[in-house]
């Protein structure tokens, strides 16, 4: 099954302590990306990344490093993790070009205490 | 920066009934996508229409786009409970390949 698999989905931590979600993508994708849902903000980008090895910062991207050594994993790294990084996170890939629908994963709400 | 504007925030209808969702964006587009999200879980890709068409449809869906608005509209037919989610609109500008700017959603409530 064509999927975006985030790990974990659920994550409460404290302040400082660094942490991975990961996520990974069985359908090629060249393409990949991280947002933040936030209530009233919508869907802000992170990062994304066109290829293996070429990672570009989106809109939020302070805080937060990612890296693509593969081409289906692309685990997104907080450092040091404030409060106001909790939020929920998501996962996306697809196709490059333009026109191409994203594909999500199912979410990693982060509580960082 | 959020590129797309959905109107209205929230919308509650009965079964049955038509839902209409706009979205304005500010820049030029490649294209405009919608998408759903049930309460938490992650988006999934409704319906795609590019720059130089003004209409689409997938099944109960249509969609309209008027570039010179700057405006696109997602209309949802004879809603049903199941359709209760929120609805995104998503640009893609020429200039971001790939990169998607999403609205902060209409929340549609379908009651049966």
């Known amino acids: 099954e064509a999927q975006v698999t985030q790990n974990p989905r659920y994550l409460i931590t404290v302040t400082g302590k660094k942490l991975t979600v990961t996520c990974s993508q069985n359908?090629?994708?060249?393409?990949m990306s991280w947002y933040r849902q936030d209530p009233g903000l919508g869907l802000r980008q992170i990062y994304y990344?066109?290829?293996?090895?070429?990672?570009d910062k989106g809109d939020v991207p302070e805080g937060y490093k990612v890296s693509r050594k593969e081409k289906r994993n692309f685990p997104l790294i907080l450092e040091s993790p404030s409060p106001n990084q909790t939020s929920l996170y998501f996962c996306a890939s697809g196709r490059t070009g333009y026109g191409t629908e994203a594909f999500f994963g199912q979410g990693t709400r982060l509580t960082v205490v | 920066s959020q590129q797309g504007e959905e109107d209205p925030q929230a919308l509650s209808i009965q079964e049955g009934e038509n839902a209409t969702m706009n979205c304005s964006y500010k820049?030029?587009?490649?294209?405009l996508q919608w998408y759903r999200q049930n309460s938490g879980r992650g988006l999934v890709h409704l319906i795609l229409i590019r720059s130089n068409e003004r209409e689409k449809h997938s099944g109960r869906l249509r969609v309209t786009l008027d570039t010179s608005k700057k405006s696109s509209s997602l209309l949802i037919t004879a809603s049903r409970a199941a359709d209760t989610a929120s609805y995104f609109c998503a640009t893609a500008t020429n200039n971001a390949g790939n990169m998607l700017t999403f609205g902060g959603g209409t929340r549609l409530m379908v009651k049966p």
């Open positions: 990344s066109m290829n293996v090895e070429v990672t």
């Open positions: 359908m090629n994708h060249e393409y």
């Open positions: 820049t030029s587009i490649n294209n």
